[in-house]
């Protein structure tokens, strides 16, 4: 049969998702990047926050009418607004015609006939990018923050073996990728539980001298309270592995992140990025905050501006509370009213895109090494990025007057010409 999956939610998602595909191809199926010409539609769902949730629930429903229309004959739901809700779901979308948490890929297999088979297969979907893509190497977390789902919905910390890693990651380098983004829900806790001993170090070690010189290596998510010098050293030394981290801070009073269980101090926070533009004034910073926590005054408010002034983060992404069902800042007093957390979120953002414009001109005239992701062949222009710039989440930079030899997948010089707070403007080097 030809199947439509719709991967929503992170980048660990999608994993999943390429897990799924590679087992439906597998057991016979065709992938197909079009609902309107698929037998079976399938979405794995996130159910994170309640944003992605209602995303979720939205996606659902649209490929339920298209199973009304006589357009589909099966629909499916899978991943974390399973794990996080399936009873509750399965009451109140009856026509759904099979459901699979995270990772129980066989019950989909099953549900189309076929005989699952019990082992790791991948592949790309039909509209990601081959050229960027995504290892995870662990699932799960055991950090039981306060505001966080994670935990409840996908278990404790499971960490993939090394070998396991090596042999995926190189066959997704010989499937075309160029850039790797090493994903977890907390890379800094990886192999402990393998091995007894944080391991991040030593997986880098090893896709290092396993992949081919010309691959980027790029690490998401780390949560700050296990980072270490030698860490921050051994990022900025890397020969492939590009001097860029994602830190989620969340916050920085300290009153505040006692509140929500994060195991440092803004002094400790602090001492972490110093660090890093101490071994490599470029190094790439990205964080991620969250404001209106219970209990956030305008003092609390306040110390977060303040460092994020002082650290001066090349990126930012920062969000509103919300009250998860089922976490323990739910039941908190002192709730924070929308309108001051949209008011206090707005702030924050403006001093952050004044800061990232100010790091994006550090950068001008300089010549950078650019991934190719976009050409226009017609205007002689094409989109890309740096080690500086994360896929999805950050900016890109835009090349001008591209050599007409230049493929997409392919990494040139570029001098930058402009700066703007997200992306950047260059030119090619010939």
Known sequence: MKVYCLSLGCAKNRVDSECLAGELERAGHMLVDDVESADVGIVNTCGFIQPASEESIAAILDLEQLKREGKLKKIGVVGCLVNRYSDDLIKEIPSVDFWARSEDWSSVIKSLGGVPVN???????????????????????????????????????????????????????????????????DLTVYGTDLYGKDSLISLI?????????????????????????????????????????????????????TAMNRKISPDELSSI?????????????????????????????????????????????????????????????????????????????VLQEEISLERQQLFEGRVMDVLVERIDREASFAEGRSFREAPEVDGLVEIRGVGEKVKEGDIVKVRMTEAMPHDMVGEELR
Not at 156 to 181: F, H, N, Y
Not at 225 to 244: D, F, H, M, N
Not at 328 to 348: D, H, Y
């Open 119 to 185: 082992s790791r297969c991948r592949v790309s979907l039909p509209s990601s990018s081959k050229f960027t893509r995504y290892l995870k190497i662990s699932e799960g977390c055991g950090n039981k923050c306060t505001y966080c789902t994670i935990p409840g919905i996908r278990g404790g910390l499971r960490s993939l073996p090394i070998d396991t890693l090596i042999s995926e990651a190189d066959q997704l380098v010989k499937e075309g990728a160029v850039e790797l983004c090493v994903v977890g829900q």
């Open 205 to 257: 070690d090893e896709l290092e001298s396993a992949l081919p010189k010309n691959i980027w290596i790029r690490l998401l998510y780390l949560h700050p309270s296990r980072i270490t010098g030698k860490l921050l050293e051994r990022v900025a030394s890397g020969k492939q592995v590009l001097p860029y981290l994602d830190i989620p801070i969340q916050h920085a009073d300290p009153e505040i992140l």
């Open 273 to 349: 990025f110093t660090a890093a533009r101490r071994i490599n004034e470029d190094f790439a910073l990205r964080t991620t905050c969250m404001v209106g926590f219970p209990g956030e005054k305008k003092t609390h408010f306040d110390n977060l501006l303040d460092f994020a002034a002082r650290t001066r983060f090349d990126r930012m992404g920062a969000f509103a509370f919300f009250p998860e069902e089922g976490t323990e800042a739910e039941k908190m007093n002192g709730q924070v009213s929308e309108a001051v957390k949209q008011k206090r979120l707005k702030k924050l953002m």
